[in-house]
């Protein structure tokens, strides 16, 4: 039997990647990722396994990974070319800081 800690109190800092007490560098990349893929697998599910292996010219494998979330194999830019074949086409914007 596996014991559950509730962190009673627990403030977020704005995104989980952050409170994972990732470097911003590398928080900031991850979340753009997920956003990312998110759209991708939303609009995806469309899609058969096969279609899609086609119109990434990926492997089953890769597909099954993409779809499932495992997303640390894939780089940003291959992200970014998943949602340009499925008609998805990010736009960043650059926010100011103080």
Same mark, same amino acid.
């Given at each position: /039997?596996?014991?559950?800690?509730?962190?009673? #109190?627990?403030?977020?800092? #704005?995104?989980?990647?952050?409170? $994972?007490?990732? !470097? &911003?560098? *590398? @928080?900031?990349?991850? +979340?753009?990722?997920?956003?990312?893929?998110?759209?991708?697998?939303?609009? @995806?599910?469309?899609?058969?396994? #096969?279609? $899609? +292996?086609?119109?990434?010219?990926?492997?089953?494998?890769?597909? !099954?990974?993409?779809?499932?979330?495992?997303?640390?194999?894939?780089?940003?830019? /291959?992200?970014?070319?998943?949602?340009?074949?499925?008609?998805?086409? &990010?736009?960043?914007?650059? @926010? *100011?800081?103080?």
């Amino acid at each position: /039997m596996s014991t559950v800690k509730h962190l009673e #109190g627990h403030v977020t800092h #704005g995104s989980v990647f952050d409170d $994972l007490g990732l !470097s &911003p560098k *590398k @928080a900031a990349s991850l +979340e753009l990722k997920a956003v990312l893929h998110q759209e991708i697998v939303k609009k @995806a599910q469309k899609y058969t396994r #096969g279609d $899609l +292996e086609k119109m990434f010219d990926e492997t089953q494998s890769r597909v !099954s990974q993409l779809m499932t979330g495992k997303i640390s194999g894939f780089t940003l830019d /291959m992200l970014v070319f998943y949602a340009e074949c499925l008609g998805i086409h &990010p736009k960043f914007r650059m @926010a *100011k800081t103080a």
